[in-house]
């Protein structure tokens, strides 16, 4: 993945029987896909996302019966999608958008009962939106955007349990809004610029949800100025005068883009020779700067000690007192202690290490959120996996994380797992260490739902009798690997 391999993929890899998973995204590979590659026996993950590959996609992806993740988004594949696709009964994840895919969505596409993302937006299909998707149950992201659809939308929709992402924009959809659809809790809705009518939900009739039916010229509901004024219409100066003033706008947005652009960096070349000794990493927003405590990191003012590093009493000139730790060349600023002056008390004291459960973007964001709670139970798996505080002087600069993703990558998985637990658990260890590296993923967007790290878990204590589980104990079937996992890759 993300490479600069061109030309097309070899018809003797169609003959590499033992794979188990394809990742050739984001490079610049053109032609045909080989007809036997399409039917892999054992593939699980088939990515070839931000290519230019061509033709269409092979019926014999039938042979490919374990094929959980079909990713092949931002190519230009065209032709109908084989009907062939709905026998595999353990896809979960189906990526086609932004190709040139034509003619109906399968029938055949409601059989798939492990269903959980179905993304064929910005493509050229026609058709109606299949009946009998009430099967779906555990649909949770349905993007169909952007095609040429016609007929109603079907009230089946409002009666899937997990769905939360709905984009039916951009077609030419008819009749009413189902009132079913008022069952779902959505996170996203978007039935904007199809041919839509009538009444809106009585749910969806406020201004939280203009946006979702924008471009309907039928639809009339509650919501004041959604359809358009009968014989209205602006004169062609009006636009001109708008159009000019928009252009006007945009220069002058452009431009000051460029010049901050070009301050900021200066600035931050600037602050990097200044500051070239010392990184610093906040995790609340701070009252003073770093220059204020410069003076105080001696040994007169060290107040306690720890595994990880010293900790220093820094009194500012505000009149606030914070503690302050050195952490080998990092310095962990924590405002912990207030307006000691004005009580007279004595400093408190700070856990180390616990901002190690901390997920790294709470740095740049002070938010948390699902993502943010799932970092931090991922951290927990390796705690208890590894036998190992999230900080400790073993790691130096490292923190737990990224201790156990580099010994793994250097001496291997046996370095890392607390010698303490029965060996003849390995395969099952390895697979829930597996889990916690991808919760405490350094990207939010990567990390699984609950429900997902739930089904892992899971299928982590079922040993061989799940299919899903890869031998080398890799979950790739039900979640969309980091880029740094290469390991037994094409």
């Not at 649909?139 to 659809?149: G, V």
């Amino acid at each position: 993945m993300y490479n600069s391999f061109s030309g097309e993929i070899p018809e003797s890899y169609g003959n590499c029987k033992s794979l188990y998973r394809v990742r050739l995204k984001q490079n610049n590979l053109s032609g045909s896909v080989p007809e036997s590659f399409w039917g892999l026996p054992h593939v699980y993950l088939l990515e070839l996302e931000d290519n230019s590959l061509s033709g269409n996609i092979s019926r014999m992806i039938s042979g490919s019966f374990n094929l959980s993740q079909l990713l092949i988004s931002k190519n230009q594949f065209s032709g109908l999608i084989p009907e062939e696709i709905g026998s595999l009964n353990n896809l979960f994840k189906f990526s086609g958008s932004y190709n040139r895919l034509t003619g109906p969505i399968p029938g055949s596409f409601v059989k798939l009962s492990e269903l959980g993302e179905l993304d064929l937006s910005n493509n050229e299909l026609l058709g109606k939106i299949p009946e009998g998707i009430q099967a779906w149950k555990k649909l949770n992201e349905l993007n169909l955007a952007n095609n040429r659809l016609y007929g109603e939308i079907p009230s089946e929709i409002g009666s899937l349990p997990v769905i939360n992402y709905l984009d039916l924009s951009g077609n030419h959809l008819s009749g009413k809004i189902p009132i079913e659809l008022q069952n779902l809790k959505l996170n996203t809705l978007n039935l904007s610029n199809n041919w839509l009518s009538g009444d809106l939900p009585p749910h969806y009739a406020n201004e939280n949800y203009r946006n979702s039916f924008l471009g309907n010229p039928g639809l009339c509901g509650y919501l004041p100025d959604l359809c358009p004024s009968v014989g209205g219409g602006m004169k062609e100066e009006n636009l001109w005068i708008f159009g000019s003033i928009f252009m006007l706008a945009s220069i002058v947005l452009i431009v000051g883009v460029v010049v901050f652009c070009w301050k900021y960096r200066t600035y931050k070349e600037n602050k990097k020779r200044t500051m070239s000794k010392w990184k610093w990493k906040s995790f609340h927003k701070l009252g003073f700067s770093e220059f204020e405590i410069m003076d105080c990191l001696n040994e007169e003012n060290v107040i306690g000690s720890g595994g990880s590093g010293k900790v220093y009493k820094v009194v500012l000139s505000n009149g606030e007192t914070v503690a302050m730790k050195s952490l080998g060349r990092i310095l962990e600023l924590l405002q912990v202690v207030a307006a000691v002056s004005s009580r007279g008390g004595e400093p408190m004291s700070v856990i180390a290490g616990s901002w190690g459960y901390i997920a790294p973007e709470y740095a740049y964001t002070l938010r948390v959120n699902e993502k943010s709670d799932i970092y931090s139970f991922g951290v927990v798996i390796l705690e208890l996996v590894t036998g190992r505080r999230p900080i400790d002087p073993e790691f130096g600069e490292k923190e737990l994380v990224k201790w156990v993703s580099t010994t793994i990558d250097q001496k291997g998985i046996d370095h890392v797992i607390d010698p303490t637990l029965e060996s003849k658990y390995k395969e099952e260890i390895s697979k829930i260490l597996d889990i916690g590296l991808l919760c405490a993923g350094l990207l939010p967007i990567k990390r699984p739902a609950m429900r997902i790290v739930v089904r892992l878990l899971q299928e982590a204590g079922a040993g061989n009798k799940s299919k899903s589980v890869h031998k080398d104990g890799k979950f790739s079937p039900h979640y969309q690997e980091d880029a740094s996992d290469q390991g037994g890759t094409v």
